[in-house]
């Protein structure tokens, strides 16, 4: 019974996990590598989601150095999709943050090995975002 019960709530744990990185209510307004040193304007409640290239098996991983939490908050954990199914293989680097006041920030992202703690990152994404009402 206790197996049934918590394979039961398991499925029901997913679909709510997937609703908080979700767009809810807002636009999704989508940046990539290119926009870097960039300059965007959204509204309160729209979601900006980063895509960036990537590969966490060589111990690299895109890490928020810098942003204004009372402006842009992160919505979620950053999501990896793989370019192919081979084993290694890079991709892209999914991050979603969510306007929740107006106000500005800078946005800004490093790409580094967490525990290299001596070395400077090897890319570095910003964006300042101005959110208005």
């Not at 960039?38 to 150095?65: C, H, Q």
């Not at 090995?113 to 208005?132: C, G, M």
Request: hydrophobic share 40%; aromatic share 8%; net charge positive.
């Amino acid at each position: 019974m206790f197996r049934r019960s918590a394979v039961y709530v398991i499925f029901l744990l997913i679909p709510l996990l997937s609703i908080e990185c979700s767009p809810s209510a807002g636009v999704q307004v989508k940046l990539s590598g290119e926009d870097t040193a960039s300059t965007i304007d959204i509204v309160v409640g729209d979601t900006l989601e980063i895509v960036l290239k990537g590969n966490p098996t060589t111990g690299y991983m895109w890490e928020v150095a810098f942003v204004d939490t009372t402006v842009l908050s992160q919505a979620c954990e950053p999501e990896f999709r793989p370019k192919s199914d081979a084993r290694g293989s890079g991709g892209k680097i999914i991050m979603r943050f969510k306007a929740v006041s107006v106000g500005h920030t800078l946005l800004k992202l490093i790409y580094h090995r967490p525990f290299e703690k001596n070395k400077p990152p090897i890319k570095v994404f910003s964006v300042t975002v101005i959110v208005k009402r």
